[in-house]
């Protein structure tokens, strides 16, 4: 199994200003992944985050948009830039972990608001 | 990705027994079916995975045709706590490389 922590668990942040957000896993994972999710919808895939190499975005998503960073094996960052009302969402970093299933975990979410 | 289809939404009394059937009618021969539960303000969490017939855990089961063109997810005697999301997806186990791609998923609602 994997535990997974966020911070923050929520900010309300003013259009154009930028946050971080940062996920922590109580063990060592070779791929952490980002998602989002706005109100009332599903997750969406953001980015595929691997130990040494930049992301990998999901069609609709950008490096500069979504700056990521990865630099040990459970430790991630995901910056939303520039935000504009439209990124108000919901977002989750997740982890895969092999054992007789393989499961994904996903940590309790950073719930953005934008004004 | 094998494509999924499932009920929008479902209502229940507590006490009842549910069942969420998906539909996957692409799926291949090495993809497994695999049920995620989202309560609100929280992430998805595994519930039940399986391949063919039949998988019981201590939350749910899961019944899978031998044509494995749908599944049916079924929790026994929901409770208020059971009110949730549930996530029906279709893919080959992987070596923990590939994120899952979630679709629309079912909103149940328990009502006492």
């Known amino acids: 199994s994997a535990v997974i922590s966020q911070k923050p668990s929520r900010d309300i942040c003013q259009r154009g200003t930028s946050l971080t957000i940062q996920c922590q896993v109580d063990s060592q994972v070779t791929m952490m992944f980002w998602y989002r999710q706005q109100p009332g919808q599903s997750l969406t895939l953001i980015a595929t985050?691997?130990?040494?190499?930049?992301?990998?975005?999901e069609s609709g998503f950008v490096i500069d948009k979504f700056p990521i960073s990865r630099p040990n094996l459970t430790f991630s960052t995901l910056t939303v830039s520039n935000m504009s009302p439209e990124d108000s969402s919901i977002y989750l970093c997740?982890?895969?972990?092999?054992?007789?299933?393989?499961?994904?975990?996903f940590g309790p979410g950073t719930r953005l608001t934008v004004t | 990705l094998a494509k999924t289809t499932q009920p929008i939404s479902m209502d229940s009394y507590e006490g009842q027994e549910v069942n969420i059937t998906c539909s996957h009618n692409n799926i291949a021969t090495n993809d497994y079916i695999t049920w995620y539960q989202q309560f609100p303000s929280q992430g998805p969490r595994f519930i039940i995975q399986?391949?063919?017939t039949k998988v019981t855990n201590e939350v749910a089961s899961l019944f899978i045709p031998a044509d494995r063109k749908s599944s049916t997810l079924s929790l026994p005697r929901v409770s208020l706590s059971d009110t949730a999301v549930y996530y029906c997806?279709?893919?080959?186990?992987?070596?923990?490389?590939?994120?899952?791609?979630f679709g629309k998923g079912t909103r149940l609602s328990v009502i006492a």
């Open positions: 985050a691997n130990q040494g190499s930049e992301a990998t975005y």
């Open positions: 997806l279709v893919g080959p186990l992987n070596s923990g490389n590939t994120p899952l791609v």
């Open positions: 997740s982890v895969e972990v092999a054992g007789g299933v393989y499961e994904q975990y």
């Open positions: 399986g391949y063919k």
